[in-house]
């Protein structure tokens, strides 16, 4: 068979390459001349040919043979080939002739191009991956967030191995013995595979080792995208989870031609790859580069490529071609202070620009990641670069570093929604992307620099998407999903929202939750400590506990919570949602259930709420330790609750429910013990809510006497009326006159729990000093109102992050006023949760934990613990901001002055250790100490005579429970107290 010569366009780095007899493609030399008024480098005697469709090659063979040429290789079975000619020829003339020639469609040289990244001199051997997360840290002393929001991207999915990214390039490290993947970060062979070389010549030692990487340029960008993550050494892989398909199109030297590339696109077309990453490119256009170009696009497979390093000078090809190509993103290059890098072209043809490095030298303000792991790699041994590219890891710089971000974000955002087209995923890209430059579009940044998290939000909220890890909604975010999408996930995975939550359907288009596969059971949405949302016109589905809430209470309106395995709402602490028009049925546990203060409002604003709760097989409604659940109906219309097993509701522990005119079928029953009471008078005569999708059902209920109690008094009326009117300070005063006529007795206490639900709903922050001065002085202490007034001011605590004196409360709670089992297993669980939720502290929880598992064995409420534990810490970075009380740490008794000296650390958070930073003005004795929240030092760093300038410590904190520490710095100036926060 014929072998086609390859045609050899070389990508250039940043700075034009003088081209010297020492770089080759095989054995070929790279020439330098003009082509089309362009000055271009190509390979020496050779010629790319694309014949029409009806030639065949013997057709054409008369033609080359006149022209003395010879063919080296072929391609697309025989359409392309590879010509060479005698040195003697003149390439340029034998090219005019061949494009009179009728059967010839192309004919053009084999232009040399080279990767994407131009190195430099200094090179430090630390990592840092600040491109992925930025916190103005020294070193690089960049900008806060110049980064892609990376840590928030990987809390929705970090990829899957059905992801498959192609990187066409120089290859990945091979052990030339053994032809094994040879670097620890990327050894996965379950997700890193091994794909073709075109560009040695079969036969060839180097064609022998396959794509083994002898430059090191495709190396670095493989790690980038998919090293291995969580396995204690190395780097963090962008698309971790996503499989990564090498394809060798460049040589040693990072030179690589048009039919490589073009064989090299196909072959990753053709073996499943859906993103293509090309950190390549070449000075000027082609045949070739088109043909491979409309091959992708005609396969829906998305092309990422650098724009190139020439210092502000034009986009080079294919990125060039962006304009007139939806599945083509070119990415230049912003450095760690969000600008522009001083190398990166530019133009119109820039889609986005993300981090690729400062440049200048090779160190910590560049990009870090994978580089071979054994010797004779060129970027490690030419003496181009000194000091040489390390083994194993190292800096280099260039929109080559910048392109593979990019396609990692487009790897994420294909595992989360996999039938996403080319043009969508540029398109959201594009739109996420945060401004850095002018409004809108710049030749600079394009739209703007990448940001991984918001692509993702944007890909759910408008497309919705199949997870197989817990996805969370970070604090202080928002999400509005739109109408008709579906999120799906994965058996035990939950949806965790510690934000805002808008999941607004409407009629024709519900928004669905459920879980992927025909089996098991997902974990829900779970709703944590300070989020809030809005479900409107959503079904959730097959998870365990549909929805859940802690010191949570979203609005849920016209919303199907069926066909869980466990129960559809379950409210502990503190959750008081709105329920309108609801569906709550064939959930395996409870329709709804409320633990500890919690007392949702199955009413809306003096409306009915028109709830449907049925065919629950523990029962429709349980509430227990005051939580008062509302369901008053109105005149002739209210909330349905029938045909659950066991009771309609069941109450205990000093709950009082307002169940007037519900409809409760045939024969309700109801429990209501340990002082609560229900509320059934003016039950209504038929079900106002059976054209609301309600399945017949034929099964009998249980009968029993029913409870019907007169509980809420006729002065708790107005106070009523005030609170759904928002008018909440004329509430609590009548709800304060309540208190004081019924305190000790039901009625009392639901007026006080009420009195604090006003302070919650309203935002007032002063409701510990208003307890202090109106509600305990009424109280005997030690009585159960009295610890119902001390829990409700732990709540308060909680919501307003003093989780110390919470826990000061809880203890106190425990050691002091442990009146009964009720409210020993109430303060045990909430000193738990406070622990693992807002300091991290496992080991205290468990504390806790383990003491309610001995003494309440077989209690439904140690279901709810793993689920806290579960969680971590609730937005640790963003508790790590906020208002949580600062230890009082005793210095010779003097009081803390805030001083001019500079003190930081880096990384924060951090796992196990962190480097602790500060500058002095002047010398001095100077003291640097780590204590925890409760004011306890852990570790005494520094103590001692210090120079002026700047100094360093470790913190290691292997040996401590995760969670916020402080740490001070005292010097003759005064003193500096900041936090960090240890994530184990």
């Known amino acids: 068979m014929i072998s086609l010569i390859r045609v050899i366009l070389i990508c250039s780095i940043a700075v034009p390459l003088i081209i010297s007899a020492q770089n080759k493609i095989g054995n070929k030399s790279i020439k330098h001349g003009m082509w089309e008024n362009k000055q271009v480098d190509y390979v020496e005697g050779q010629v790319i040919v694309k014949l029409k469709n009806e030639v065949s090659i013997d057709d054409f063979e008369p033609a080359f043979i006149q022209l003395d040429a010879k063919v080296v290789q072929t391609y697309d079975s025989g359409k392309w080939i590879l010509l060479e000619f005698p040195e003697d020829v003149d390439v340029f003339k034998s090219i005019k002739e061949l494009k009179l020639n009728k059967a010839v469609?192309?004919?053009?040289?084999?232009?040399?191009?080279?990767?994407?990244?131009?190195?430099?001199?200094?090179?430090?051997?630390?990592?840092?991956?600040?491109?992925?997360?930025?916190?103005?840290?020294?070193p690089p002393g960049g900008t806060n967030d110049a980064d892609i929001d990376l840590p928030e991207a990987w809390d929705i999915t970090k990829g899957t191995s059905s992801t498959k990214i192609a990187?066409?390039?120089?290859?990945?490290?091979?052990?030339?013995?053994?032809?094994?993947?040879?670097?620890?970060?990327?050894?996965?062979?379950?997700?890193?595979?091994?794909?073709?070389?075109?560009?040695?010549?079969?036969?060839?030692?180097?064609?022998?080792?396959?794509?083994?990487?002898?430059?090191?340029?495709?190396?670095?960008?493989?790690?980038?995208i998919a090293a291995e993550t969580n396995n204690n050494i190395g780097i963090s892989g962008i698309a971790n989870g996503c499989s990564l398909l090498a394809v060798q199109i460049?040589?040693?030297?990072?030179?690589?031609?048009?039919?490589?590339?073009?064989?090299?696109?196909?072959?990753?077309?053709?073996?499943?790859?859906?993103?293509?990453?090309?950190?390549?490119?070449?000075?000027?256009?082609?045949?070739?580069?088109?043909?491979?170009?409309?091959?992708?696009?005609a396969h829906d497979v998305l092309l990422v490529i650098s724009v190139g390093n020439d210092t502000g000078g034009s986009v080079t090809y294919p990125a060039k071609h962006s304009p007139n190509y939806s599945n083509i993103l070119s990415v230049s290059a912003t450095d760690h202070n969000d600008v522009i890098s001083s190398y990166s072209n530019i133009g119109t043809e820039v889609c986005v620009s993300a981090p690729g490095g400062y440049g200048a030298s090779r160190d910590e303000n560049d990009i870090y990641s994978t580089t071979p792991n054994y010797s004779g790699f060129y970027y490690h041994t030419s003496s181009k670069y000194n000091p040489p590219v390390p083994l194993s890891y190292g800096y280099l710089y260039g929109t080559s570093m910048a392109a593979p971000l990019v396609t990692a974000i487009a790897g994420l955002m294909l595992s989360i929604k996999s039938d996403l087209m080319p043009y969508q995923i540029r398109d959201i890209i594009q739109q996420t992307a945060e401004e850095k430059g002018a409004t809108g579009f710049d030749n600079y940044y394009g739209y703007g620099r990448v940001n991984a998290y918001k692509a993702l939000k944007y890909t759910i909220e408008h497309y919705g998407g199949t997870f197989n890890q817990n996805v969370i909604l970070p604090a202080g975010d928002t999400w509005n999903l739109q109408p008709g999408v579906t999120l799906s996930f994965a058996p035990g995975y939950t949806l965790i929202v510690n934000g805002t939550l808008n999941a607004a359907g409407n009629s024709s288009n519900n928004i669905t939750f459920t879980r992927s596969g025909s089996s098991g059971s997902w974990g829900g949405i779970q709703f944590n400590s300070g989020s809030s949302g809005n479900l409107d016109y959503c079904s959730i589905q097959n998870a365990g506990n549909g929805i859940y809430c802690y010191n949570s209470s979203p609005t849920i309106k016209h919303s199907t919570i069926d066909n869980n395995s466990g129960t559809g709402l379950y409210l502990n602490y503190y959750s008081s949602p709105v329920l309108v028009g609801n569906n709550f049925r064939f959930n395996s546990s409870y329709g709804i259930r409320c633990e500890s203060y919690s007392s949702p409002n199955l009413t809306d604003n003096g409306y009915p709420g028109s709830n449907v709760i049925r065919n629950n097989s523990s029962g429709g409604v349980l509430a227990s330790y005051y939580s008062n659940p509302n369901l008053l109906g109105y005149m002739t219309y209210g909330n349905s609750v029938f045909d659950n097993t066991g009771y309609e509701i069941a109450a205990s522990s000093n709950c009082t429910i307002n169940a007037r005119k519900v409809f409760w079928g045939t024969v309700p029953t109801f429990s209501a013990t340990g002082g609560s009471s229900i509320d059934t008078t003016g039950a209504l005569p038929n079900n106002t809510n059976g054209g609301r999708n309600i399945v017949a059902d034929n099964s009998s209920s249980l009968s029993n006497q029913a409870i019907s109690l007169k509980v809420v008094a006729d002065d708790l009326s107005l106070a009523l009326d005030k609170q759904k009117d928002k008018k909440y300070d004329e509430a609590i005063l009548l709800f304060l006159e309540v208190f004081k006529n019924n305190k000790g007795v039901l009625l009392?206490?639901?007026?006080?729990?009420?009195?604090?639900?006003?302070?919650?709903?309203?935002?007032?922050?002063?409701?510990?000093?208003?307890?202090?001065?109106?509600?305990?002085?009424?109280?005997?202490?030690?009585?159960?109102?009295?610890?119902?007034a001390l829990e409700l001011e732990t709540h308060q605590m909680v919501n307003l992050g003093l989780y110390k004196e919470a826990i000061g409360n809880l203890q106190t709670i425990l050691k002091k006023y442990n009146l009964n089992s009720e409210i020993d297993k109430n303060t045990l669980f909430t000193l738990g949760a406070v622990y693992s939720l807002y300091y991290g502290d496992k080991e205290n929880a468990n504390k806790y934990f383990d003491e309610l598992k001995r003494k309440y064995s077989g209690d439904e409420m140690l279901e709810n613990i793993e689920r806290i534990?579960?969680?971590?810490?609730?937005?640790?970075?963003?508790?790590?901001?906020?208002?949580?009380?600062?230890?009082?740490?005793?210095?010779?008794?003097?009081?803390?002055?805030?001083?001019?000296?500079?003190?930081?650390?880096?990384?924060?958070?951090?796992?196990?250790?962190?480097k602790i930073s500060f500058r002095l003005k002047e010398s001095g004795k100077v003291s640097l100490k780590v204590y925890d929240v409760l004011g306890k030092e852990v570790a005494n760093l520094a103590d001692g005579v210090f120079e002026t300038g700047k100094h360093e410590a470790t913190f290691n904190g292997s040996n401590l429970a995760s969670g916020i520490y402080f740490y001070r710095l005292v010097t003759p100036n005064g003193t500096i107290t900041k936090k960090m926060m240890l994530m184990k």
Not at 169 to 191: E, M, V
């Open 105 to 138: 469609e192309i004919a053009e040289l084999n232009f040399v191009g080279h990767v994407h990244w131009e190195p430099n001199d200094t090179y430090y051997a630390s990592g840092l991956q600040w491109s992925l997360k930025n916190t103005a840290q020294t």
């Open 167 to 224: 990187v066409v390039d120089t290859g990945i490290p091979i052990d030339s013995t053994t032809l094994a993947l040879s670097h620890p970060d990327l050894q996965n062979t379950g997700r890193i595979l091994k794909g073709k070389d075109c560009i040695d010549l079969p036969g060839s030692d180097a064609y022998l080792v396959g794509v083994r990487d002898a430059c090191g340029h495709g190396t670095h960008v493989a790690g980038i």
């Open 250 to 297: 460049m040589n040693n030297i990072g030179f690589g031609g048009v039919i490589q590339f073009k064989d090299g696109i196909k072959y990753a077309v053709d073996n499943g790859a859906k993103i293509i990453n090309i950190s390549a490119g070449w000075a000027t256009d082609s045949g070739t580069i088109v043909q491979a170009l409309d091959y992708a696009e």
């Open 748 to 788: 009392g206490k639901y007026a006080l729990s009420k009195i604090e639900e006003c302070y919650t709903q309203a935002g007032k922050k002063d409701y510990l000093d208003y307890s202090k001065r109106e509600i305990k002085p009424q109280l005997k202490e030690g009585s159960e109102t009295y610890v119902e």
């Open 869 to 914: 534990l579960s969680v971590g810490m609730i937005a640790p970075e963003y508790l790590a901001q906020a208002p949580v009380a600062t230890p009082e740490i005793a210095i010779n008794g003097e009081k803390e002055v805030v001083a001019e000296e500079f003190v930081s650390n880096y990384p924060n958070p951090f796992n196990p250790t962190t």
